[in-house]
């Protein structure tokens, strides 16, 4: 973290005043016509460089490349500051390209080795403050720059940024992935398929391509109207320097104080689109009112929000992607599409001078407020295609661990193992003849006598026969369900009655007087007679005192809801049931306890390598999968009982982007306080509690022993003794 702070801060100091020097030489030797053409070009550059940059990651790790490359730039700063006396007019254009094309490729790249370097949970809390650290680097930067070409020659700013990239390099060397990361990112991938299977990426590209235009268009008229107003000379590298460095003032209070809540409360999408939506209100406002410090005010507004709500997020949205797509195509978008946004805001603005007035300012300030538009369009669907690139993350990971089974749910469910009944068609019979009714009366009455005569034998053999379900029989069998040796048999007989009874099965489970260990069971009843009434019962039955008749009908409701399509379930009900779940205190969410089943051959295990369920997260996630999708959240439920911090951190991520807040905070609050315990510690444990039973058993035998064998000494030694009279 220390590393990547001070790295950030040299390098954006690198940047504001690298664009000081860049401006001010070229602007020095050539007129504010042929910055077109000088945008053009780098652009160009920029785009070959970052196709190159990024067939080279996908041989080369970023640990070794980027520290290499700030070495190399550090090397051509000082040729550049050698060379400039002598021939300006042919170095001035060379440090505008070293600036716009290698400056850009290594600034991706530090992201790139922070984005591998620090998990998703790391990134989150880490970014802003990195972000924020470099912003301060960047106002030291401007600093040193007005300040150099104030007291010395204004050659000497390429000497400064040439120690800026050697620190920047040193620093980049120290920032290692961890050895996990590192072995999980040998795959490779080219640009292509990178883009094809992350649409997110789409979006990325397009956001960067089409705000680079607009800050291209608006760079030009600001800086048209800054040699305008200023004229050629150290005035103008002054003014630059002062112009940016105050950017970078308010990009620094504005990502200290309004960055993180901006993005916690409205999301990564509105903190990108804040970006297109000021930059279009300004430039409308510049329309109308054409003077030139509202066009530099316009400009400054696109750097700070870049430099700051922009920023912080949109490489976050790097985050979860899999680390050999973002090798293959962060240096492409942040440089080649970046550039080629520079090319094409470049171009329009040469033929708006062409076909129409010299400053075509209007029309340059229209075509802004249109890209802005289109832009913010684009960020508004962020949020949506981030949440699915984490979901695809974590099925990913998920499958990687040994633990996950592709053919099973992560989440346990009592029904897995167990048959599936159908409902047994009722034979058609006749009605009885007047003579025969007192002979069906006496068959049933015995049937329900053997059904009440206390021999498990018995009852079974009554429960498996070939006999057609009877009415009568149903509350007896309800009732046997309490009964370990014959609630198997019991449970068959009611599932063959089918959705006929299912108005009973809801009383007898809303009925508090009713034993519980009757209630407990009915759950799974239910869900095996699949109707909308059935899920109605389940959902009362959330409301009961009892946490287990709770969490029976949550796994009740899980199994429903995958295996029967077409019945409805509220997520508002069942998200107020999460909150009200969620709201107890941390001494009663520890203390809750579930029996263990007898009759089926079900695990009470959430997890395949837990030696234990918490099942009050096994309830809250299975309701939140009756209201969610079911792959991500199981992945995200085996992601957060991990000890890889990485799957550990994704899995939150993904339940902070689409639990409500107020859910988020109280589940984190008790997930912090009740630590998840992993199966290798459980058995540990174990093996200690035995080997102090062991130890304990052993002392006390011996201590027995001791205190027996006491007692028949003084026994003999009073034997021994004459008695008195």
Not at 308 to 332: G, M
Not at 589 to 612: I, K, P
Request: charged share 20%; with cysteine; aromatic share 8%.
């Amino acid at each position: 973290m220390a590393w990547a702070t001070v790295g950030a801060a040299c390098m954006i100091a690198h940047q504001v005043a690298g664009k000081a020097a860049r401006d001010g030489f070229f602007l020095m030797a050539y007129s504010p016509s042929d910055l077109p053409k000088m945008m053009a070009a780098a652009a160009l550059l920029s785009v070959g460089l970052a196709i190159l940059s990024g067939k080279v990651l996908q041989r080369l790790r970023p640990r070794i490349l980027i520290p290499f490359t700030f070495g190399i730039s550090s090397l051509l700063h000082l040729a550049e500051w050698i060379a400039l006396p002598i021939r300006p007019g042919v170095v001035a254009p060379l440090i505008y390209l070293h600036n716009v094309g290698l400056g850009a490729i290594l600034l991706s790249g530090f992201w790139l080795l922070l984005s591998e370097a620090f998990d998703l949970r790391e990134a989150k809390a880490s970014f802003g403050r990195i972000a924020g650290a470099g912003t301060v680097g960047g106002i030291a930067g401007g600093l040193m720059a007005e300040r150099i070409v104030t007291w010395a020659s204004t050659e000497y700013l390429l000497m400064l940024l040439a120690l800026l990239h050697f620190a920047c390099g040193m620093i980049a060397w120290q920032i290692r992935p961890e050895e996990r990361m590192a072995a999980r990112t040998q795959e490779t991938t080219s640009a292509r398929a990178a883009f094809a299977a992350t649409p997110l990426l789409w979006q990325l590209a397009s956001l960067v391509f089409l705000g680079t235009c607009a800050a291209a268009l608006l760079d030009y008229l600001f800086k048209l109207g800054a040699t305008i107003e200023m004229g050629k000379g150290p005035a103008l590298i002054r003014f630059f320097a002062l112009y940016y460095t105050g950017a970078q003032v308010f990009t620094f209070l504005l990502q200290t104080f309004a960055a993180q809540p901006i993005a916690s409360r409205f999301g990564l999408g509105a903190s990108v689109g804040s970006l297109p939506v000021l930059v279009g209100t300004g430039s409308l406002a510049a329309l109308l009112i054409p003077v030139f410090p509202l066009v530099a005010a316009v400009r400054a507004i696109e750097a700070i929000l870049r430099g700051s709500l922009f920023r912080s997020s949109y490489e976050f949205l790097y985050a979860p992607v899999p680390p050999q797509h973002k090798r293959a195509v962060k240096t492409v978008i942040d440089v080649g599409f970046d550039r080629m946004g520079d090319a094409a805001g470049a171009g329009a603005v040469q033929v708006m001078v062409w076909l129409g007035p010299a400053l075509a300012r209007p029309e340059i300030l229209g075509l802004t407020m249109v890209l802005s538009a289109v832009s913010t369009w684009l960020a508004m669907r962020l949020n949506a295609a981030y949440r699915r690139v984490i979901e695809q993350g974590l099925v990913e990971r998920a499958r990687e661990q040994e633990a996950y089974d592709d053919h099973s749910s992560l989440l346990n469910t009592m029904f897995e193992g167990l048959p599936v009944l159908q409902a047994a068609a009722q034979p058609t019979t006749s009605r009885p003849a007047a003579g025969q009714t007192r002979q069906l009366r006496d068959r049933i009455l015995v049937r329900m006598a053997e059904l009440r005569s206390a021999d498990a034998e018995r009852a079974r053999s009554i429960l498996e026969d070939d006999e057609p379900w009877d009415p009568l029989l149903v509350p007896q069998a309800i009732r046997l369900l309490a009964w370990d040796a014959v609630s198997a048999s019991a449970r068959a007989y009611l599932e063959r009655c089918g959705a006929r009874i299912t108005g009973q099965l809801n009383d007898s489970l809303a009925d508090q007087d009713l034993d519980f260990g009757i209630r407990r069971r009915i759950p799974r009843l239910l869900a095996r007679v699949p109707s909308q009434l059935s899920a109605d019962g389940l959902v009362q039955g959330l409301a009961d005192k009892r946490f287990e008749i709770r969490y029976q009908c949550g796994r009740a409701l899980d199994y429903m809801k995958r295996h029967h399509a077409g019945i409805h379930f509220s997520a508002e009900t069942l998200m107020d049931v999460i909150r009200r779940e969620l709201s107890v205190s941390s001494q009663i969410w520890r203390s809750r306890r579930v029996l263990e089943s007898g009759d089926s051959t079900e695990t009470d295990r959430l997890l395949e390598d837990a030696g234990g369920a918490d099942h009050n997260l096994e309830h809250v996630f299975s309701l939140l999968a009756v209201i969610l999708p079911r792959e991500p959240l199981t992945a995200a439920y085996h992601g957060i009982h991990q000890s890889d911090k990485s799957f550990r951190a994704l899995a939150f991520e993904y339940l902070e982007n689409t639990l409500p807040q107020d859910v988020r905070q109280r589940l984190w609050a008790l997930i912090e306080e009740t630590p998840v315990t992993t199966g290798a510690e459980i058995k540990h444990v174990e093996a200690e509690l035995l080997r102090v039973n062991a130890t304990l058993k052993f002392a006390r035998d011996a201590s027995a022993s001791e205190t027996h064998a006491a007692v028949l000494a003084a026994k003999d030694r009073s034997e021994a003794q004459p008695h008195d009279r």
